[in-house]
């Protein structure tokens, strides 16, 4: 009986350190926070390694248009970005980034030099990147050495295509192997960018025009 009452009392107590655990978690997670909050990736994770060549004069624009290499992206991006970066890290590469969520009047600028639909979203419609939705990638190795994708970055003819396959072994394999991890963790590709991925969730979100606190 003394041992029976003894375990009834013991069971308590871990109810009640459970439940109080459940609650103190429920206290602390950010109620502000919804999946479709802009967040900065760096936030969530350090392990990308950044190139925001809109930041730099190093584009096509070739004038640096965001005042700081921040990568802003939706909740829910970066959580999937941040879901495919493991399973990159896996195998030892990590993603590098090119860009992120884009402000709406940098997709204007963009759309005045290169007005290509294939390219460059039109900013009527507005691109994923527009939504927060979009991430422009490639991967680098163990010694930080980006991996042959067979064009830079913004390379805006044919041999960018995930459809062009004239190209050596090595480089449709690292386009394969970063299209199938993208799309296994909620992306889809774009055909004309082997860079660009949109979460598949994403479309539908609202077009943004705000800019990141760069201090
Ligand atoms: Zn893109």
């Known amino acids: 009986m003394i041992s029976s009452l003894r375990t009834f009392f013991l069971l308590n107590a871990f ?58 992206l ?26 992120c969520y884009r402000p709406l009047s940098i997709q204007k600028k963009m759309w005045e030099i290169v007005s290509n639909p294939s390219y460059v979203a039109d900013p009527k419609k507005g691109s994923i990147h527009n939504r927060g939705g979009a991430v422009d990638i490639s991967l680098v190795d163990a010694n930080g050495i980006e991996v042959e994708m067979g064009t830079s970055f913004d390379f805006f003819g044919f ?3 995930h459809n062009y396959t004239k190209l050596p072994k090595k480089v449709l394999a690292n386009r394969k192997y970063l299209k199938e991890v993208m799309i296994k963790n909620g992306f889809n590709s774009f055909d004309s960018e082997w860079w660009h991925y949109n979460l598949k969730t994403g479309l539908k979100d609202k077009v943004s025009n705000q800019k990141w606190d760069c201090n």
Do not use: H, W
Request: some cysteine.
């Open 15 to 72: 109810f009640f350190l459970v439940s109080a655990n459940a609650q103190k978690e429920a206290y602390t997670s950010d109620p502000v926070v919804s999946d479709t909050s802009f967040v900065n990736l760096k936030e969530y994770s350090k392990d990308f390694v950044y190139d925001m060549k809109y930041a730099t004069e190093d584009n096509f624009l070739k004038a640096k248009v965001y005042d700081c290499a921040e990568c802003l």
């Open 74 to 99: 939706r909740l829910k991006t970066v959580q999937a970005l941040v879901a495919a970066n493991i399973d990159f890290m896996k195998k030892g590469y990590k993603i590098k980034l090119y860009d």
């Open 159 to 161: 041999q960018a295509s």
